[in-house]
C-alpha cells in the first residue's frame, strides 16, 4: 500500500484506525507501524493508543524509534502518557526523553513515584537534572509548573549579525525563535526582538538599539488562569517567566491553549459538584466519595426549602393548588439566577469585577430580572388561570415570579463575588448558594401572598 493510499485509509472511521494499529502490533510489524507514524499525526496515533490494551500497548517500545515513542508520549493526555511511560525501563525512557521538551518531561516525572523520579533524575546529564529538579518545584498548575526552557536569548550589546549567528548554531535545538529575550550584562531581562525585526535591521545595528524594551513576564508562582488572562489580553505568543529579573523559561501558546481548555473543562465540572479529577475510568467507591459531599451539602439546602414550604402547610392545604405552582416559581428562579451566574463566573475567570461599574451592573440585572419576570409570570398566571379558574391566582403567580426572578438577579451575581473574595473557587460553591436562595425566598414569597390574598382564594 502506498503512502497515499494509507493516508486516505486514515480518513475513514477511528474504529477501523484502532484495528490497523493493532494488526500492526499483532503482526510484529516495525517497517509498518514506521510507515504508519510518517503517515499520521502523532496525535491521532496517541488517541487509537488509548484504545490498546496494556499487553497489547506494552509491544510498542520494542517496534517504535525513541523519536517516535517521543511523539507519541508528548501528544498523549496525562493517564495515557503515564501509561507508557511505566512500560519503558529507565533506559528506554532517557532515550526517548532526549527528543522531548522539557515542561513534558516534568509532567511525566511528576506522576512518577518518588522513587522511580529520583532514579530517573539521577541518569540524567548534569545540566538536564538540574533543569528538570528546578521544573519539579514548582506547583503543577503555576507559571514556573508549565513553561519550558526552550527559548532563545541574546544579550543586549551584540550586533544584529552577532545575533544571528548565534540563532543558527542554537537554533534547531530550540522549542520556541520567534521572539528573542534580550538580557543585560547581569543576566537580567531588559527587552525582546521579534524574529522578522531581526532579520529585516542592518547587520551592525547593536540589539539594544531595536529590541522592546516593554516585556510582559510573570514569576513562577503566578497561577496557571492569570498567565493564560496575560497572553490572551495582550495577544502574546509566548510568556516569558522571570524571578527577580533573571530569566527562567517561557509559556509558549500550545500550553496555554490547554490551559484554557483544562480550566473551562473543570469550572463545567465544578458548577455540576464533581470533582475534576474523575471520569468515566474512576473506580466506583472513588466516585462516591468525590460526589457524596456535595450532595449531602444540598440536602442540607433542600430541608431549608423544606422547612419554608412546611411553614405554610396551612394554606397549602386551604388551596391545594399552590403545591403545584410554587415548584414553577422556584424553578425559573433557578434557572434565570444560574443565567447570571455563569455569565460572572466566566467574567471573574478572565479578570476581577470592577467595583466602579459593579452598581450599575447590579442594576442592569435587576432590570433583567423585573422585565423576564413579568413576561414569564404574565404567561404562567395565564396557564393557571384557565387550568384553575382562579382570577386571583394570576396576580400572585405574577408577583411572585417577579420576586423571585430579582432574587435571583441579586444572589446570582453577589455569591460569586463574595465566594472569590473569600479566596474559594466561584465555580464550585456558587450553584448551591444560589438554588437554596431562589429555592426558600421563592416559596417563601409565593405561599406568602397566597397566605394575604387567602381570603380571595378559597
Not at 547587520?203 to 488562569?225: F, G, W, Y
Not at 471573574?348 to 414569564?376: C, P, R, Y
Request: aromatic share 6%; charged share 25%.
Amino acid at each position: 500500500m502506498s503512502e497515499e493510499e494509507e493516508r486516505k485509509g486514515s480518513a475513514g472511521e477511528g474504529e477501523t484506525e484502532a484495528v490497523t494499529l493493532l494488526s500492526l502490533i499483532e503482526r510484529q510489524d516495525a517497517d509498518g507501524l514506521h510507515r504508519y507514524f510518517d503517515a499520521r499525526e502523532p496525535i491521532d496515533i496517541a488517541q487509537e493508543a488509548e484504545e490498546l490494551s496494556d499487553e497489547d500497548l506494552a509491544k510498542l517500545p520494542d517496534m517504535l524509534t525513541d523519536d517516535e515513542m517521543a511523539a507519541l508520549m508528548e501528544e498523549s493526555d496525562d493517564d495515557e502518557r503515564i501509561r507508557i511511560a511505566h512500560m519503558l525501563d529507565n533506559r528506554r525512557l532517557l532515550l526517548a526523553f532526549h527528543y522531548m521538551q522539557k515542561d513534558d518531561i516534568v509532567d511525566i516525572l511528576g506522576d512518577f513515584p518518588t522513587g522511580r523520579q529520583k532514579e530517573v533524575i539521577n541518569l540524567m546529564k548534569t545540566d538536564d537534572r538540574k533543569i528538570i529538579t528546578d521544573l519539579l518545584k514548582y506547583p503543577e498548575d503555576s507559571a514556573g509548573g508549565i513553561m519550558t526552557t526552550g527559548y532563545l536569548v541574546l544579550k543586549e550589546e551584540r550586533t544584529v549579525e552577532q545575533g544571528l549567528e548565534r540563532i543558527r548554531e542554537v537554533g534547531p535545538k530550540t522549542e520556541y525563535i520567534d521572539t528573542i529575550y534580550i538580557l543585560d550584562e547581569h543576566r537580567k531581562l531588559v527587552g525582546q526582538i521579534g524574529l522578522r525585526d531581526l532579520l529585516s535591521s542592518p547587520r551592525s545595528t547593536l540589539i539594544r538599539d531595536i529590541m522592546d524594551r516593554h516585556v510582559i513576564s510573570v514569576t513562577p508562582e503566578t497561577d496557571q488562569e492569570e498567565a493564560a488572562r496575560l497572553v490572551s489580553r495582550y495577544d502574546l505568543k509566548a510568556l516569558p517567566v522571570a524571578s527577580r529579573g533573571q530569566m527562567l523559561g517561557i509559556i509558549t501558546l500550545d500550553d496555554i491553549i490547554d490551559v484554557i481548555v483544562d480550566e473551562a473543562d473543570e469550572d463545567i465540572l465544578q458548577m455540576g459538584g464533581v470533582n475534576k479529577e474523575e471520569s468515566l475510568d474512576t473506580p466506583m467507591w472513588e466516585s462516591v466519595k468525590m460526589r457524596l459531599p456535595w450532595l449531602l451539602v444540598n440536602l442540607l439546602t433542600a430541608f431549608l426549602a423544606s422547612a419554608v414550604v412546611k411553614g405554610f402547610e396551612d394554606t397549602i392545604s386551604k388551596v391545594v393548588a399552590l403545591s403545584a405552582i410554587m415548584t414553577i416559581i422556584s424553578g425559573m428562579g433557578g434557572n434565570a439566577g444560574t443565567q447570571t451566574m455563569s455569565i460572572v463566573v466566566r467574567h471573574l475567570s478572565k479578570e476581577d469585577i470592577d467595583w466602579k461599574t459593579f452598581w450599575h451592573d447590579l442594576g442592569k440585572e435587576l432590570m433583567v430580572g423585573l422585565i423576564d419576570g413579568a413576561v414569564n409570570g404574565a404567561v404562567t398566571g395565564l396557564v393557571v388561570l384557565v387550568m384553575y379558574h382562579n382570577v386571583y391566582l394570576f396576580p400572585i403567580v405574577l408577583m411572585s415570579m417577579i420576586g423571585n426572578l430579582l432574587v435571583a438577579g441579586i444572589f446570582g451575581l453577589f455569591v460569586p463575588v463574595l465566594i472569590q473574595k473569600c479566596h474559594a473557587d466561584p465555580a464550585i460553591a456558587s450553584s448551591i448558594f444560589l438554588t437554596t436562595a431562589t429555592d426558600c425566598l421563592g416559596f417563601f414569597i409565593f405561599l406568602g401572598l397566597a397566605q394575604i390574598f387567602m381570603p380571595l382564594l378559597v
